[in-house]
C-alpha cells in the first residue's frame, strides 16, 4: 500500500496535500514494494515500515543503495518515490524499461 493511501486509511493526513488517492500510483509504489521484497528478501517487520512517512523514505534509500545494478535501483526508485505527484506512472515506468532494453540489447 502507497503511504498516501496509509495515511488516509489510517485517518491521517498525507504529505504533499494529497486528500485523495490515484489507485494507479498507489499500484506503482505497490509493485515497487514487491519488487524490493523480493529482491532483499525482506520480513514483515521491515516491510511493514516501508510506506510510513516517518520511516519508510530512509529505509528504502538504504535498501537501494545496497543493490548492485544502478539500473534496477533507478527503477526502484522511480516506483517507491512517496510524493505521488513524483513517482512514476505506468507509462514513465513502461519508457523507463524500454530505454533500458534498447541501451542494453541493441
Known amino acids: 500500500m502507497s503511504p498516501e493511501m496509509r495515511a488516509i486509511v489510517k485517518g491521517e493526513n ?3 496535500g494529497v486528500d485523495s488517492f490515484n489507485l494507479e500510483k498507489v ?3 505497490s509493485v515497487g514494494l514487491i519488487c524490493l521484497e523480493a529482491l ?3 520480513g514483515f517487520d ?3 515500515k516501508l510506506n510510513t ?3 519508510g523514505e530512509k529505509l528504502i534509500a538504504e535498501l537501494l543503495k545496497n543493490i548492485k545494478s544502478q539500473t534496477l535501483s533507478a527503477l526502484l526508485k522511480g ?3 512517496f510524493s505521488p505527484k513524483l513517482r512514476f506512472d505506468m507509462a514513465t515506468g513502461f519508457n523507463f524499461v524500454v ?3 534498447k541501451q542494453h540489447f541493441q
Do not use: G, S, W
Request: proline share 5%; aromatic share 10%.
Open 27 to 29: 499500484d506503482i509504489f
Open 53 to 55: 512517512y516517518t520511516e
Open 40 to 42: 532483499r528478501n525482506l
Open 79 to 81: 516506483l517507491l518515490v
Open 46 to 48: 521491515q516491510m511493514a
Open 99 to 101: 530505454k533500458i532494453q
Open 14 to 16: 498525507p504529505q504533499d
